[in-house]
T-cell receptor, first 113, second 115 residues
Framework: GENVEQHPSTLSVQEGDSAVIKCTYSDSASNYFPWYKQELGKGPQLIIDIRSNVGEKKDQRIAVTLNKTAKHFSLHITETQPEDSAVYFCAAVSPTSYDKVIFGPGTSLSVIP | DTEVTQTPKHLVMGMTNKKSLKCEQHMGHRAMYWYKQKAKKPPELMFVYSYEKLSINESVPSRFSPECPNSSLLNLHLHALQPEDSALYLC??????????????FGEGSRLTVL
């Protein structure tokens, strides 16, 4: 089955700097890669996603890139703000099993004012 | 604000108790999920319902019993739990087109403590 790895596990950045979180996946059939943000005491919230027919997607200060050949995908947050502090989970979904979203282990991001 | 509502937010129960967790969504989603999340870990899939039928059971112990009474409601019945079952239980929903889309909408969770 699918296995998703995620690095780093913790990340501290100064406010205004950029943050990058990287993930790798094992199942070459996976074609949907969502990113979830979980704030303290809340459920995960989908913040951006990318499908395998696209190499990059941007939404304001966040962007995701996908390298299908290397089975890597990354989340980039620019001009970080304190409210970006949260745990971020990458995930991968295979078209043969859209019911199963396989999460990476998570990255705890702290943005220091 | 989340459109998936979970009750109760907190639950403390003894190992001999029977309790239920409830989840409701009104987005017209036809796939609903139960996830378990331990501290500092990712959500771990327990059950999936698609069109009110159980489609995935990730080998969850029978002391957890899911129920989907209609397309908007999802319950998780708890009986004879163990202290290691203490966790945040998350409900999620998603649209179903040809298959579930993989875009999950989560509730805020029910934090369960088993004494």
């Amino acid at each position: 089955g699918e296995n998703v790895e995620q690095h780093p596990s913790t990340l501290s950045v100064q406010e205004g700097d950029s943050a990058v979180i990287k993930c790798t996946y094992s199942d070459s059939a996976s074609n949907y890669f969502p990113w979830y943000k979980q704030e303290l005491g809340k459920g995960p919230q989908l913040i951006i996603d990318i499908r395998s027919n696209v190499g990059e997607k941007k939404d304001q200060r966040i962007a995701v890139t996908l390298n299908k050949t290397a089975k890597h995908f990354s989340l980039h947050i620019t001009e970080t703000q304190p409210e970006d502090s949260a745990v971020y989970f990458c995930a991968a979904v295979s078209p043969t099993s859209y019911d199963k979203v396989i999460f990476g282990p998570g990255t705890s991001l702290s943005v220091i004012p | 604000d989340t459109e998936v509502t979970q009750t109760p937010k907190h639950l403390v129960m003894g190992m001999t108790n029977k309790k239920s967790l409830k989840c409701e969504q009104h987005m017209g989603h036809r796939a609903m999920y139960w996830y378990k999340q331990k501290a500092k870990k990712p959500p771990e899939l327990m059950f999936v319902y698609s069109y009110e039928k159980l489609s995935i059971n990730e080998s969850v112990p029978s002391r957890f019993s899911p129920e989907c009474p209609n397309s908007s409601l999802l319950n998780l019945h708890l009986h004879a739990l163990q202290p290691e079952d203490s966790a945040l239980y998350l409900c999620a929903s998603s649209q179903v087109r040809d298959r579930a889309t993989g875009e999950l909408f989560f509730g805020e969770g029910s934090r369960l403590t088993v004494l």
